[in-house]
């Protein structure tokens, strides 16, 4: 089984998490942000990843140091669990519809660090949750998953359901990406011999 286990400790954060990404959609999450914590039920469950996260953070100032924290170590996690990236199928995207919104996220292992970021959420907050930080936590994942993700915007005015969209889609591409590919299970899906 391709797993992680990340601890991450600073004087804004301490994290513990344990993730699968050959599990069945099982979580067991506690980020101390409401939003956050359904955001990433979304994730676990539409992507079949399993995921244990605990975070105590400074949320008497804001939600920003858990957000990005939680980014950085879950792309941690990815990266650690994904190893020498032999056999993946390396690429994955989706168009998914919530409602009225219609999101696009596409998805390459690369080995490098890009975010394609084209969302326009109307509004600033949504409940208490600061909906700029939603670009933080994918930078946050992208550069320590080392992956390219691109994620866009094609219909939507309901800030719930374009951000709640994009992780629901983001899952849906990143499970085809880290599917393992069976008449190249033993190959580095690049002609460079890694990633």
């Known amino acids: 089984m391709r797993t992680a286990e990340i601890i991450r400790n600073t004087t804004e954060t301490q994290i513990e998490l344990t993730l699968n990404i050959d599990g069945t959609g099982q979580y067991d999450i506690d980020t101390g942000c409401g939003f956050l914590n359904h955001m990433l039920e979304l994730f676990t469950r539409h992507g079949s990843f399993d995921l244990k996260l605990k975070c105590t953070g400074d949320t008497y100032v804001d939600d920003h140091h858990t957000v990005e924290d939680i980014g950085i170590a879950l792309g941690q996690a990815f990266s650690q669990a994904l190893g020498d990236k032999k056999g993946i199928t390396r690429y994955g995207q989706m168009i998914l519809p919530m409602d009225e919104s219609l999101i696009l996220t596409a998805v390459d292992i690369s080995g490098r660090g890009y975010l394609g970021y084209d969302l326009q959420i109307p509004t600033e907050k ?70």
């Open 126 to 195: 949504v409940g208490t949750f600061d909906t700029e930080l939603v670009e933080e936590f994918w930078l946050g994942f992208i550069r320590n998953a080392s992956m390219t993700i691109h994620i866009k915007q094609l219909a939507g005015s309901n800030s719930h359901h374009i951000i709640e969209g994009a992780f629901k889609s983001a899952a849906r591409s990143l499970k085809a990406a880290v599917a393992v590919d069976a008449a190249h299970r033993d190959e580095v899906p690049s002609t460079k011999g890694l990633l």
